[in-house]
């Protein structure tokens, strides 16, 4: 089966950094992303991690323990705009395209 | 370079009724994906198909839904009869399956409201 976690909500102050983590226990494993959902909009991708440490992206980072089965998604120089829902989500290892998301984490960025 | 369509946006209907959500995959790519998103239960996997083929239904909730995919630019998800409960976004996904591996980054529609009173 698949159990993935991440908490339900978190608050941040525009300007600041924010890790949001994102733990999971799987079958297998074959990929972790991170999509960004806005309120009343789609998913869209922002990073992916298949192996161990840190990948950057501009303001966005992610970074992956597989033996520990634990990601988190950093966000540096918070904006507004930042306010948002952030999925975790886990790729099966027999099945490359079965996605499996967590419940979601909503930011709220405050000024 | 247009990104997933779907139709309707938004669909309001009683109880009873036929639902057809339409969806448009994004030029090339070969696999498509139907989810479900309510608060409750988050974003839950519906159906894919990968060329055009049902590959894993295990997540359609009953006989009431049914997908099918006639050709690479096309997909329909039926609800028949609709009851309260398939009130949800329904969102349509695409990506690109390529041998050799990658990421397999999915690209999702904006989404369908369902509202079944």
């Known amino acids: 089966g698949q159990n993935i976690d991440q908490p339900t909500e978190m608050t941040a102050t525009e300007g600041a950094i924010v890790q949001i983590n994102c733990t999971y226990q799987?079958?297998?494993?074959?990929?972790l992303f991170w999509y960004q959902q806005h309120a009343g909009e789609a998913p869209t991708f922002l990073s992916y991690n298949v192996l161990d440490g840190l990948e950057e992206k501009g303001r966005f980072s992610s970074f992956l323990s597989r033996s520990k089965g634990y990601s988190y998604l950093l966000l540096k120089e918070l904006q507004m705009k930042d306010s948002a829902s952030y999925l975790c989500?886990?790729?099966?290892?027999?099945?490359?395209?079965?996605?499996?998301f967590g419940s979601g984490t909503k930011l709220n960025v405050k000024p | 370079d247009a990104g997933v369509i779907q139709s309707p946006r938004h669909e309001v209907t009683e109880m009873g009724q036929e639902v057809t959500l339409r969806c448009k995959p994004i030029s090339g790519h070969n696999s498509l994906f139907w989810y479900r998103q309510t608060m409750m239960r988050g974003l839950e996997l519906l159906i894919y198909f990968n060329n055009n083929v049902p590959i894993d239904d295990s997540g359609m909730p009953e006989d009431r839904f049914s997908a099918k995919m006639p050709n690479a630019s096309f997909s329909t998800l039926k609800i028949q009869p609709s009851e309260p409960r398939d009130s949800a976004v329904y969102f349509c996904?695409?990506?690109?399956?390529?041998?050799?591996?990658?990421?397999?980054?999915?690209?999702f529609g904006p989404g369908t409201r369902l509202t079944v009173t």
């Open positions: 996904a695409s990506s690109l399956e390529m041998r050799g591996g990658g990421s397999y980054e999915q690209y």
């Open positions: 989500a886990v790729r099966g290892i027999y099945n490359f395209n079965k996605f499996y």
């Open positions: 799987t079958s297998g494993f074959n990929g």
